[in-house]
């Protein structure tokens, strides 16, 4: 089953940003959003105040996404000093 892709407006944003200034970047995230998509749990659940969410390295930067019923919600692709904040 592949699921259904949702966007959080800061992600949208940033990939706008990407696809202007980093294209291989661009393409490593699409890439990485597809794999998702396809297996959205075999990536790490987090904890504490970010319980809930899932993330997923495209080094150096992180995404983070929340998996419901048949969907996954993309929150936010940041550099990994930033990602967790």
Do not use: N, Q
């Not at 890439?31 to 105040?49: D, M």
């Not at 929340?66 to 904040?85: C, G, L, M, P, Q």
Request: no cysteine.
């Amino acid at each position: 089953m592949i699921y259904k892709a949702e966007f959080t407006k800061e992600f949208l944003r940033t990939m706008e940003k990407l696809k202007k200034k980093d294209m291989t970047l661009f393409d490593r995230l699409e890439a990485k959003i597809k794999e998702i998509l396809e297996h959205p749990g075999r990536y790490k659940s987090l904890k504490g105040k970010l319980s809930g969410l899932r993330r997923a390295h495209v080094r150096p930067f992180v995404i983070i996404f929340k998996v419901k019923e048949d969907a996954v919600t993309f929150i936010s692709f940041k550099h990994h000093d930033r990602a967790y904040k």
